[in-house]
């Protein structure tokens, strides 16, 4: 962000009006006010990252979306799974946590902002209402498309099968 002359006029005008009324503000007017007087406009960007002119890459979203769907399909077929089946499916993949969607890290990942976007404020994907989908890994994503990756070579038919699903989680 970089302020023209009269943008920064029109900033410094409004910021001194904001302190003058008061009221809760998202954005605190003396900090704007201060960083357009010295030129460090960079600062209210990145105090506020929201105004950021980058917007998400289109890219991301379907690939967040696609993520979401397998896995929801993957914890459908879970849970349509008997006590048996399930249990020798945790046996083989060796953990429960890896047969339930973790989300993705939320400090280095542009598809955790789209995912809470989605089921928060959009209401989709309701199964994940509620959950944290921050995975505090930096590896998530790399598996979410591991797992995509192996799904799509299954097919297409709703639930998966046990083997299905250990074909998904199988450990290389």
């Not at 002359?5 to 005008?13: G, N, T």
């Not at 989300?103 to 959950?131: L, P, Q, S």
């Not at 979410?144 to 639930?159: A, S």
Request: charged content about 30%; proline content about 2%.
């Amino acid at each position: 962000m970089k302020f023209s002359p009269a943008e920064r006029l029109i900033v410094v005008m409004l910021a001194e009006v904001l302190e003058k009324v008061g009221g809760h503000s998202e954005i605190d007017p003396s900090f704007v006010k201060s960083a357009a007087l010295s030129n460090n406009e960079w600062a209210i960007t990145w105090d506020h990252g929201w105004l950021s002119e980058d917007s998400c890459d289109p890219s991301v979203v379907k690939e967040t979306t696609d993520i979401m769907n397998a896995w929801l399909r993957i914890e459908r077929s879970v849970d349509g799974l008997s006590k048996s089946e399930r249990g020798a499916l945790i046996a083989d993949v060796g953990d429960e946590s890896w047969i339930k969607f973790d989300g993705f890290d939320g400090n280095n990942d542009d598809h955790y902002g789209v995912a809470t976007f989605i089921v928060e404020e959009m209401n989709r994907f309701g199964e994940f209402k509620g959950r944290s989908l921050n995975s505090h890994s930096s590896a998530s994503i790399d598996r979410h498309r591991e797992t995509l990756r192996r799904l799509r070579g299954i097919g297409h038919h709703d639930l998966l099968s046990v083997d299905d699903l250990k074909k998904i989680f199988k450990q290389p």
